[in-house]
């Protein structure tokens, strides 16, 4: 009798997952079935491209035909929730698949804190809708704006995805030459939360050299259709507002009977969860994360890189959870073999910023520079994302992308 494995999600832990499982259950009678509610893989950390350049869509979107083998089966759909008990996995359209081990690669989604009206009036970006959406929101404000009243477009977050949407706005701008505002806001005192003071000034100097204004130390209260209300601030009027304020896990593991918090699995070094029979990876994990400590923020988990002395946890990056998804295949093939999974350790190869068409590298594996920039940093990130895509699909579409990226 074969042994059914689901992957659920189609992020970069979920393309990887499944490409180390039929690599290491190749000879091994498993069954392989990839569920995802996209029929596509997207390229998460470029996404932000097509908020200036709409045509880059067709560079960060792979089929997930174009990913997988044929022995793999594929299933379009929304996971709905999961019945450890019975080995079930629920979907939407309420279907089911039976599995005998499960990898939870759902990722993440925005989160909103309960802050009253946030939720109603922000644009997000998760998804490739959520760039176009943006797009189309920043160039119909500036269709009726002037150099005399501007349009006001404010994302709020300044972690790794409020720094890079703000970035593409403002070259947006410049390349259109539209009338625009941006003002980048964020709760905490400084950008990038976590991170080493000479990366975030340098971070901040891109920024500003874009003409982004820069507010720290403002919690966001309230949003209406054109206000945003601060604890302690003044008001801010927009008239497109980006929120990259945080993420917690995929609603489908609210109420899955494994330790989670904020629909994130607590999962240890080997990505079993508290079911045996369930891994967790990628944002959908806390991974080697002491249940009591609570769950970790964007900034809880960069600290855990940035400050040796605190527990040890992976990043959310995509690199992170490739690494993750490539490592799951051993451990599941293990099991299935009747041998222990094996542990796994991130080790930090360094992190990029873009702010546009420029970079910021920091604490880069083989160079003796903690942060730089320039034309090397900018390679450096181009070079990252073109791995990615040639690994897991094709060199010749990696080369395509390269401008774009």
């Not at 359209?93 to 804190?113: H, K, M, N, P, W």
């Not at 905490?188 to 720290?216: S, V, W």
């Not at 799951?328 to 999974?341: Q, T």
């Not at 940093?377 to 401008?403: D, F, P, Q, T």
Request: proline share 3%; glycine share 8%.
């Amino acid at each position: 009798m074969s042994t059914t494995i689901a992957v659920l999600g189609s992020g970069y832990a979920g393309v990887a997952a499944v490409q180390s499982l039929e690599d290491e259950l190749e000879e091994t009678d498993a069954d392989i079935v990839w569920v995802s509610e996209t029929n596509h893989h997207l390229v998460l950390h470029e996404v932000h491209r097509c908020i200036r350049k709409p045509a880059v869509r067709d560079k960060v979107v792979i089929p997930i035909d174009d990913l997988k083998s044929e022995d793999t089966e594929f299933v379009h759909g929304t996971v709905n929730g999961l019945d450890v008990d019975d080995h079930v996995v629920h979907l939407e359209a309420e279907d089911s698949i039976d599995y005998d081990y499960c990898i939870v690669c759902l990722g993440s989604q925005t989160a909103f804190y309960g802050i009253d009206g946030l939720a109603e009036h922000a644009l997000t970006l998760k998804s490739l809708g959520d760039a176009m959406t943006i797009h189309q929101e920043v160039m119909s404000a500036a269709t009726d704006a002037t150099e005399d009243d501007p349009a006001q477009v404010v994302i709020g977050g300044a972690g790794l995805t409020g720094i890079q949407t703000a970035g593409e706005v403002a070259a947006l701008r410049d390349e259109r030459d539209v009338p625009i505002e941006i003002r980048l806001i964020e709760m905490e005192d400084e950008i990038f939360p976590g991170h080493d003071h000479e990366f975030q000034g340098a971070i901040r100097n891109e920024l500003e050299r874009k003409d982004i204004d820069i507010m720290t130390g403002a919690t966001v209260s309230e949003v209406d259709d054109t206000t945003i209300q601060f604890e302690g601030e003044d008001p801010l009027q927009y008239d497109a507002f980006v929120w990259a304020g945080g993420v917690q896990g995929d609603d489908a593991l609210s109420d899955v009977d494994i330790d989670t918090e904020h629909n994130r699995a607590y999962a240890n070094s080997t990505f079993k969860t508290s079911d045996d029979r369930v891994l967790a990876i990628g944002d959908a994990a806390l991974v080697e994360q002491d249940a009591e400590g609570g769950p970790l923020s964007e900034q809880d988990a960069w600290e855990a890189i940035v400050h040796p002395d605190t527990d040890d946890v992976p990043p959310p990056t995509a690199e992170a959870a490739m690494e993750e998804g490539e490592h799951v295949g051993e451990n599941v093939a293990r099991m299935i073999a009747g041998r222990e999974p094996a542990h796994w350790s991130y080790i930090n190869k360094g992190t990029l910023v873009s702010v546009g068409d420029r970079a910021v590298a920091h604490d880069v594996i083989g160079i003796p520079l903690n942060t730089f920039g320039g034309p090397g940093a900018r390679v450096l990130k181009k070079a990252i994302s073109a791995r990615w895509i040639g690994e897991s699909y094709s060199w010749l579409a990696a080369a395509r992308a390269w401008n774009d990226m």
